[in-house]
């Protein structure tokens, strides 16, 4: 056999010459075996023929040349010029280059372990993908500017009313501001309303936006045809001038040049001066035509809010000066203003936009992200039990060479590589979340059209990634960036389980559950409260029977009002005879349809100071015409409903809210009879001849509103524009909206028909937000439950495979399978048990915060709280009980032979 | 007898009439690298040596271009070795190569009227 020693001379003489060239390692290897053998050989001839063993090693040597011909020959073959190898541990000195081998590795390593990189992508894709749809619906509905000119600039003016009345603008305060501000470059007046255009083959009733002639030059809107509104048009009296927006404009007149054609609005000729770019969105409306909105400034300025207004801040001014301005004008309005207490609340116009949905969609996202930290949890422990298993290949790394950097390295790379997988297969999960929501599209979300996977939500997908891969990339770095190397010994895998690393594994797991937990609380708290809504009466019965609409008689149209009347009832009877019809019933609005009409209602029996009630005490007023009630399915608490003939008789009746009746006459029956009258007392007393029941007009989860019913066509208020309300099993079939619209028609050709939709539809939308914020946290929920009980199974059953020697031990000696069982079971309950407190604890102060979504329902329910918790508990009991099933099956004689 | 710069003669093998002398020892049996070596010491009766730095490259050269194959490979009581034979391609350029060789040695004979070298 040739001596050792001599053959570690030869190969290092050979590897040196070889050296500079680029062989793989593998041919490397043979190369220097090959030649050592011929040197050996050559060797072991000289020492046969005699020669000293200097000599002889001299002599061998002296079969290299001088100046490395063996390199110098070998260079121009192809094996000596492959690529640098990729294998970490030899770092090539340039630091990207470096990266991208880390990154190739670590990609190639994953790709042999499918099962983990597969469960680990997929769980990481779950939680991105989560997290980045809701982030593209937060950043697409509360961060993206608006979509005008310097939107920065853009504030809406407002006034905290801390009596109900003036938030909004009416001629005074607009025109007190517009003449005495010293903060704005411009203020401008707005307001929608509904507008009927005549003349065409059907006539429409369509949405208008009401704008003074500075509105759309501060939003810096640029028209794409013809011109918007001069300063004459917004005079009292000027001529009638409309501006349509981009869609219908294309909808009616297909993008033909409209610009001095006329258009019969409301039944006066109007003028097209203009047309807008398609780009305009205003707020949350959604108009077809812009009006002027006409303002008198040397009229009387008396109490009134009607408008909304908004400004542009001049350059370099500040909201808070802004506001300070605001403040001090409050004080040049008439004196009546004052005991109206109103304050200063300029805020930026996206808030106008947003409403009250921010703070829904912050704590989706909150609730999303506590997936995806239940999802890095569970990655986290994937990545621990996998890098124990991979402790001998790291410390034969280490002692081969790889620095503790370059180890980390690896492992750090792993970790991004998979982070940047899940998050690029949770893009796609996202993508296809956007698109349901999108289909759906729930009415309470505004900016719908502006939600999209964008530059700014793919920096954001990017970046959480990264934070993800980081996370668990540390957390496995901490417990085996130093290698073990303990773990080179024979059998050392035994040694892997340190208990440190149990309690890492431990911890995790415990987080999981609390954070499962609290979203399941807070979802939980979301069902009680749609119960508790849903269980409401809100004034209607089988409202997915019930068929609304609006019939609009502008007043130059039929300008007597007894005729309007007269119509209104002619519609209703021949609305009665479409077949499958039960009962008609008019209102100027129908419940929950946002209509806020509030106005004093003073009370014969319980005279009261004139002032201060007259502002802190508004009831909603309404006028009604005969079966509304009926039709609606609400009931006559006392009394009775009103006649055709009392409303044209103009007779001095009226009908109020049980609510209303309570709060002055204790029991609805006795406020029969009694008299009231609306807002002073120039107006004439009204008898109460029946008390309703009440309606939820504010929306199901406010208190039952105060309402006022008064006869059509009455002299405080004279509303023209009725809601129908239709009864009849045919609702939601096809074929009767059309004979609906034709009933109407065929009382008057020139009546359009408005706001369809069924009450079940109304009813629906008034409870957007809360079914919005249900389904969605409902599922975050459901998916931390899945998330975290399979984190759990994976701890139980990675330790039972661990512990597969011991178990093996036990029942040798006579532990019972039961006992094994048990001891799992403690395991897995006692981690559970742990992560419930720490999740009710926490979800103590976390459903705080969400207090004002919820109704009917404590933040602290006990209820919610103990059912959620048993329900996690028994789910985690299956997920406890499977391994340790299987552990206490384990055959001892195999355990034993086992290595462990 | 005349010596022949070996140093010499391994520059003129590199540039390709060596290959003959390979082929040609690997026509009837594999062999291996030490093995071939001495065998061309051997039978130029101590003229012709190749140094362990100029054979090996060409036989390197000779496999990446598929004339000759080397594979490991384990005899009892020995140690794992390297063995090369000729490939088809190889046995073709052989022939090719004797040809020429013939025809150039003829051609010299007859330019130097040398009879007998």
């Not at chain 1, 894709?125 to 853009?154: C, W």
């Not at chain 1, 990017?462 to 668990?472: D, H, T």
């Not at chain 1, 079939?733 to 065929?746: D, M, R, S, Y």
């Amino acid at each position: 056999m040739p001596d050792p020693t001599n053959s570690l001379k030869w190969a290092h003489e050979v590897r040196t010459r070889l050296s500079s060239l680029r062989l793989s390692a593998t041919r490397e290897a043979e190369i220097v075996q090959e030649l050592s053998q011929h040197l050996d050989e050559h060797y072991r001839e000289l020492i046969a023929e005699g020669q000293s063993p200097e000599d002889a090693e001299r002599l061998t040597l002296a079969e290299f040349s001088e100046g490395n011909l063996l390199a110098r020959y070998m260079a121009p073959l192809r094996q000596a010029q492959t690529t640098p190898p990729s294998t970490p541990g030899a770092p090539t000195g340039h630091v990207l280059t470096d990266v991208w081998q880390d990154v190739r590795h670590a990609a190639r390593v994953l790709m042999k372990q499918r099962a983990f990189a597969g469960t680990a992508v997929m769980t990481l894709a779950l939680g991105i993908g989560a997290t980045t749809a809701i982030f593209s619906v937060v950043y697409g509905v509360l961060l993206k500017p608006l979509p005008f000119a310097d939107p920065d600039g853009l504030v809406s003016l407002k006034q905290y009313a801390p009596h109900g009345a003036g938030a909004n603008h009416g001629a005074a305060t607009y025109l007190t501001y517009r003449e005495n501000q010293t903060a704005f470059e411009a203020i401008g007046a707005w307001d929608t309303t509904d507008a009927s255009i005549t003349g065409g083959s059907n006539p429409e009733r369509v949405q208008a936006l009401l704008v003074s002639s500075s509105t759309l030059p501060i939003l810096g809107v640029k028209p794409v045809a013809g011109r918007f509104f001069a300063i004459e048009d917004d005079s009292p009296g000027a001529p009638l001038r409309v501006v349509l927006t981009n869609g219908y404009w294309q909808r009616r007149f297909g993008g033909r040049n409209v610009v001095g054609e006329p258009l019969v609005i409301d039944g006066r000729p109007a003028e097209v001066i203009g047309v807008l770019p398609s780009s305009f969105k205003f707020l949350r409306t959604s108009p077809s035509i812009l009006l002027p909105l006409p303002l008198d400034a040397s009229a009387p300025r008396g109490i009134s809010f009607g408008f909304q207004a908004l400004a542009r801040l001049k350059s370099g001014t500040t909201l808070a000066f802004a506001n300070a301005d605001v403040g001090r004008m409050i004080s040049l309005l008439p004196p009546q203003f004052a005991r109206l207490e109103l304050q200063p609340n300029v805020r930026p116009l996206a808030d106008d936009v947003i409403g009250n949905i921010g703070d829904t969609l912050w704590i989706l996202l909150a609730a999303v992200g506590v997936v995806l930290l239940i999802a890095c949890g569970n990655v986290a422990n994937l990545f621990l039990i996998r890098a124990e298993a991979r402790q001998q290949e790291l410390a034969m790394r280490a002692a081969l060479g790889a620095s503790r950097a370059r180890l980390a390295r690896s492992l750090f790379s792993e970790s991004i590589v998979l982070a940047l997988a899940g998050g690029a297969l949770g893009l796609a999960f996202a993508q296809a979340a956007l698109g349901l929501l999108r289909w759906f599209a729930p009415a309470y979300l505004p900016r719908l059209d502006e939600i999209a996977i964008d530059s700014g939500v793919l920096v954001f997908t990017v970046s959480i990634s990264m934070l993800c891969g980081a996370f668990f990339g540390v957390i496995a770095l901490r417990k085996f960036g130093r290698p073990n190397t303990a773990a080179l010994k024979e059998g050392g895998r035994s040694s892997g389980d340190s208990p440190t690393r149990h309690r890492t594994r431990n911890t995790l797991v415990v987080g999981q559950v609390a954070l499962a937990l609290t979203l399941l609380i807070v979802s939980g708290l979301m069902i009680r409260t749609f119960i508790a809504m849903r269980q409401i009466d809100p004034g209607f019965t089988d409202p997915e029977h019930v068929q609304t609409f609006v019939v609009a008689i502008p007043a130059n149209f039929i300008t007597d009002p007894q005729r309007a009347a007269r119509t209104h009832q002619s519609v209703a009877e021949r609305l009665a005879q479409v077949p499958g019809v039960t009962s008609v019933g008019l209102s100027s609005s129908i419940t929950m349809d946002g209509e806020d009409n509030g106005n004093y209602l003073m009370v014969e029996e319980f005279p009261e100071p004139a002032g201060s009630a007259m502002i802190t005490k508004l009831r909603r007023f309404k006028s009604f015409a005969p079966g509304y009630f009926a039709t609606m399915g609400n009931r006559f608490v006392a009394g009775r409903d009103v006649t055709w003939n009392e409303i044209y008789e103009g007779r001095m009746v009226i009908v109020i809210s049980e609510t209303l009746a309570r709060e002055y006459w204790k029991e609805p029956a006795r406020a029969i009879g009694k008299r009231v009258r609306c807002c002073n007392t120039t107006m004439p007393w009204r008898e109460i001849v029946g008390v309703s029941g009440d309606e939820r007009d504010d929306g199901l989860n406010q208190p039952a509103t105060s309402m006022v019913y008064f006869p059509m066509l009455n002299e405080s208020y004279r509303w023209r524009t009725m809601a129908y309300a239709v009864r009849s099993n045919r609702v939601g079939t096809p074929g009767f909206l059309g004979e609906i619209q034709q009933a109407v028609w065929a009382v008057n050709a020139d009546l359009p028909l408005a706001n369809i939709q069924t009450l079940e539809e109304i009813q629906a939308s008034s409870m957007g937000r809360t079914s919005f914020a249900l389904v969605m946290l409902a599922i975050a929920a459901g998916v931390a439950l899945l998330i975290g009980v399979v984190g759990i199974y994976g701890v139980i059953a990675y330790a039972a495979a661990q512990r597969t020697r011991e178990i093996g031990l036990r029942m040798a000696l006579g532990a019972q399978v039961a006992d094994v069982r048990r001891m799992f079971l403690r395991q897995g309950l006692s981690l559970t048990i742990t992560g419930i407190v720490v999740g009710i604890v926490a979800s103590f102060g976390v459903t705080r915060v969400m207090a004002a979504m919820l109704f009917g329902v404590s933040p602290t329910d006990p209820m919610t709280y103990v059912a959620v918790s048993a329900v996690l508990a028994s789910v985690a009991l299956v997920a406890t009980y499977l391994p340790a099933r299987r552990a206490a099956r384990v055959d001892p004689v195999i355990a034993l032979r086992a290595e462990a | 007898m005349t010596d022949i710069n070996t140093r010499a003669l391994d520059r003129e093998l590199k540039r390709g009439s060596a290959e003959l002398l390979i082929l040609s020892l690997l026509e009837a049996t594999p062999r291996h690298g030490y093995e071939l070596g001495k065998l061309i010491k051997l039978r130029s009766r101590g003229q012709l040596t190749f140094h362990i730095d100029s054979l090996y490259p060409l036989l390197y050269r000779l496999e990446e271009r598929g004339w000759i194959k080397g594979t490991w490979i384990e005899k009892a009581g020995e140690r794992r070795r390297r063995y090369y034979k000729v490939t088809s391609e190889g046995r073709r350029v052989l022939a090719q190569q004797r040809k020429t060789f013939a025809a150039f040695v003829a051609a010299v004979r007859r330019v130097t009227g040398v009879e007998n070298a």
